[in-house]
């Protein structure tokens, strides 16, 4: 039987988005997925989601279970039945909070170990930090809310929460390396573009995977009071091939 939708509210989303060598990034996916190029880079990202009311989509009470997710993501594109389809896999998923007790919460992402997420923000300024539960840092971020960089490859803070606001997650599933899938419909909200005063990833900075310059920042934004709902997709159980997605809008729209 398939997972109920679940439905909340994104009270605040950090992404922070890697220009990424398309040849450094096609080697961290699995097919039939390939990384979708923006401008002729690959799009790699971080993103820090604080979700609320997190409850089956039939129940109306403004009430649920909250959880911060983190996520470090890949822009990818595969075809279904000769369409192009359009979505994110995920690298790496981490979270503060065990969801799984609750009805539905296999349709979002995250692993069985929880995480340390503290994020600290304030009307000009944000910092984050991930720690796995070995006390490594996976991520370290100091921003403040500023003008939107020129050279960014989206317009637009707005542009670039357009493009990652719906479509389809994508993650390993097994050891037998099936994939499965969540379509993630995310609307509303008001998205400001950050400076980033401070960076450090563990993924994204580790020469093995990303030689020297293969992996450099591009730009970032905080999107606050968002609506979103998780759908397993359409006809098929979450456990799929790629598949059943939203396309992402145009870079730049």
């Not at 690298?91 to 969801?99: I, K």
């Not at 720690?131 to 490594?136: A, H, I, L, Y």
């Not at 003008?147 to 479509?167: H, P, V």
Request: overall charge neutral.
């Amino acid at each position: 039987m398939r997972a109920p939708a679940l439905r909340g509210r994104i009270d605040r989303r950090i992404s922070v988005f890697y220009r990424l060598d398309p040849t450094a990034a096609r080697s961290l996916l699995p097919a039939p997925l390939r990384p979708r190029l923006v401008r002729g880079w690959a799009l790699g990202g971080v993103c820090i989601l604080r979700l609320a009311r997190m409850r089956p989509r039939m129940l109306p009470i403004p009430l649920g279970l909250a959880s911060e997710l983190a996520w470090h993501r890949i822009a990818v594109e595969w075809e279904e039945e000769g369409r192009p389809m359009h979505g994110h896999y995920l690298l790496r998923s981490e979270t503060d909070s065990r969801l799984a007790p609750f009805p539905g919460a296999r349709l979002v992402p995250s692993p069985d170990d929880c995480t340390r997420i503290e994020v600290r923000s304030s009307d000009a300024a944000l910092t984050a930090r991930v720690e796995s539960g070995d006390g490594t840092t996976d991520l370290d971020l100091a921003a403040s809310l500023g003008s939107w960089r020129s050279d960014a490859l989206f317009k637009s803070a707005n542009a670039a929460r357009a493009s990652i606001a719906s479509g389809h997650v994508v993650w390993d599933g097994d050891e037998q390396g099936e994939l499965e899938g969540v379509e993630l419909r995310s609307t509303g909200g008001t998205a400001q573009g950050l400076e980033v005063v401070r960076l450090a990833s563990t993924w994204f900075d580790d020469r093995a995977r990303f030689p020297l310059g293969a992996a450099t920042l591009d730009c970032a934004i905080v999107v606050r009071d968002a609506d979103h709902e998780w759908h397993a997709p359409a006809g098929q159980p979450a456990r799929a091939q790629a598949g059943g997605t939203v396309p992402l809008p145009a870079p730049g729209a």
